[in-house]
T-cell receptor, first 110, second 113 residues
Framework: SQQGEEDPQALSIQEGENATMNCSYK?????LQWYRQNSGRGLVHLIL?????REKHSGRLRVTLDTSKKSSSLLITASRAADTASYFC??????????FGTGTRLQVFP | DVKVTQSSRYLVKRTGEKVFLECVQD?????MFWYRQDPGLGLRLIYF???????EKGDIPEGYSVSREKKERFSLILESASTNQTSMYLC????????????FGPGTRLTVT
């Protein structure tokens, strides 16, 4: 049961540009998390935003959450080639499971 | 640092073989998960365990079983491997309760021929 849908499915940018990825979900959430996956590897947790928060920052990452629109965005500023990866949103609907979206593949060209 | 390890990075098995995928975590987490990941489909939950000997079916349990005899170890079993089970398998663990951040292993890429 897919809860999160990321948009776009794929994104290509040059180093130094900003990358924005969006996530939409269907039901009320406890929190929303973003994960990163390098090619052929496991996922790594990046940032978590709670349902009562609107914006959160971590280094070059900025996450926003709009619960009225059931959507979130992840902004990576001043991107680097090393940011090339797939990015997934995951929603916590107050069980011990997370529901992952289908991901955005980001390619950053040097 | 939390560490989740999986027994193999790459595995090639033949149709009909019984396959065991092992996952071990070292942070005393109550919850452990098995996902499969296929292009365009994201992560799909196969099974979830919230305690030793306790398990719950995920979204796609057919063709799979699991075993959790010890808290740190969660095994995924393919009783009779089929070609449509060729996939990337990811194990994860998390503590119970919020914020429920999951910690992932490196994945096992299984090919069934």
């Amino acid at each position: 049961s897919q809860q999160g849908e990321e948009d776009p499915q794929a994104l290509s940018i040059q180093e130094g540009e900003n990358a924005t990825m969006n996530c939409s979900y269907k039901t009320s959430i406890n929190n929303l998390q973003w994960y990163r996956q390098n090619s052929g590897r496991g996922l790594v947790h990046l940032i978590l935003i709670r349902s009562n928060e609107r914006e959160k920052h971590s280094g070059r990452l900025r996450v926003t959450l709009d619960t009225s629109k059931k959507s979130s965005s992840l902004l990576i500023t001043a991107s680097r080639a090393a940011d090339t990866a797939s990015y997934f949103c995951a929603t916590d609907i107050n069980t011990d499971k997370l529901i992952f979206g289908t991901g955005t593949r980001l390619q950053v060209f040097p | 640092d939390v560490k989740v390890t999986q027994s193999s990075r790459y595995l090639v098995k033949r149709t009909g073989e019984k396959v065991f995928l092992e996952c071990v975590q070292d942070m005393d987490h109550e919850n452990m998960f098995w996902y499969r990941q296929d292009p365009g489909l994201g992560l799909r939950l196969i099974y979830f365990s919230y305690d030793v000997k306790m398990k719950e079916k995920g979204d796609i349990p057919e063709g799979y079983s699991v075993s959790r005899e010890k808290k740190e170890r969660f095994s995924l079993i393919l009783e009779s491997a089929s070609t449509n089970q060729t996939s990337m398998y990811l194990c994860a663990s998390s503590p119970t309760g919020v914020p429920r951040e999951q910690y992932f292993g490196p994945g096992t890429r299984l090919t069934v021929t």
